[in-house]
Structure formats: C-alpha cells, structure tokens
C-alpha cells in the first residue's frame, strides 16, 4: 500500500503544483511531514527535491 501512495504521490509532483499538503493528503499520506519521510526513505530524495527534476 505504501509504495502505491509514493507513486501517486510521484505522479502529482511530475504533472501538477499542488503544495506537498496537498499531496499527501490526496495520496493518503495524511500529513506532509509524513509524506516525507517515507519519500526520501522510498525514493531517495525529498518531494521537493524530486519536484525540480521535472521543472528542470
């Protein structure tokens, strides 16, 4: 369950702006904090950080 709410979580930082609240909540993270703590555990780096790789 945790690995389909960080792959929502994914796709919403790739195609949307939506604060990393927003996010959370919409990948059923609950809260933001939380939401970043199991990204950069899952991942590697922070929503943030992942965020600016499609900006770039």
Partial sequence: M???RIRRAQELLETTD???DTIASAAG???ATTLR???HRTV???PDAYRRTFRA
């Fill in 2 to 4: 945790l690995t389909q």
């Fill in 18 to 20: 939506d604060s990393v």
């Fill in 29 to 31: 993270m609950g809260t």
């Fill in 37 to 39: 703590r199991h990204f």
């Fill in 44 to 46: 590697g780096v922070p």
